[in-house]
């Protein structure tokens, strides 16, 4: 997708996160958690980049899009002004990456909810902070797996 169709900017960044599928109305755990990063991140959606897809035959993009009740989880606790957050996001797109030896798989997702809720404008203003030094070295190191431009 190109920057010209988003509908908020993005922001460069490789913040860790935690991702599990739940059910979107008990919280029941289908898989995980995956580890993961966020590589850009907007008020509406983020980029994951992720090296492990798969839990016990739950694929984490093709299974949560099936089951209708599941949700991705976002667990983001990085930044140091940022208590934990929880975000919830459905898959949107999924691409593998490969660099000689290296397999990783970039994810789409779009957030469930509003973009002006308190934790959301909490975590982007903690990431704002900070996002500088993440953002520079995605922005050096990040093209190696096509990510940043």
């Known amino acids: ?17 935690e991702v599990r599928v739940v059910g979107a109305q008990d919280n029941r755990v289908f898989a995980g958690p995956f580890a993961g990063r966020i590589i850009d991140l907007s008020a509406h959606g983020a980029c994951l980049l992720m090296s492990q897809v798969m839990h016990n035959n739950f694929h984490v993009f093709h299974s949560t899009r099936e089951v209708d009740d599941c949700v991705l989880q976002l667990m983001i606790d990085h930044p140091p002004d940022l208590n934990q957050c929880m975000l919830l996001a459905q898959p949107v797109w999924m691409g593998l990456v490969r660099q000689e030896e290296i397999r990783a798989f970039k994810m789409g997702v779009e957030f469930i909810g509003d973009p002006e809720d308190p934790q959301m404008l909490e975590l982007r203003e903690a990431i704002r902070q900070n996002q500088g030094q993440r953002g520079s070295w995605w922005q050096k190191f990040g093209r190696f797996i096509g990510g940043a431009p």
């Open 1 to 17: 997708m190109d920057s010209e169709s988003r509908r908020s900017q993005r922001i460069l960044d490789y913040l860790p996160l």
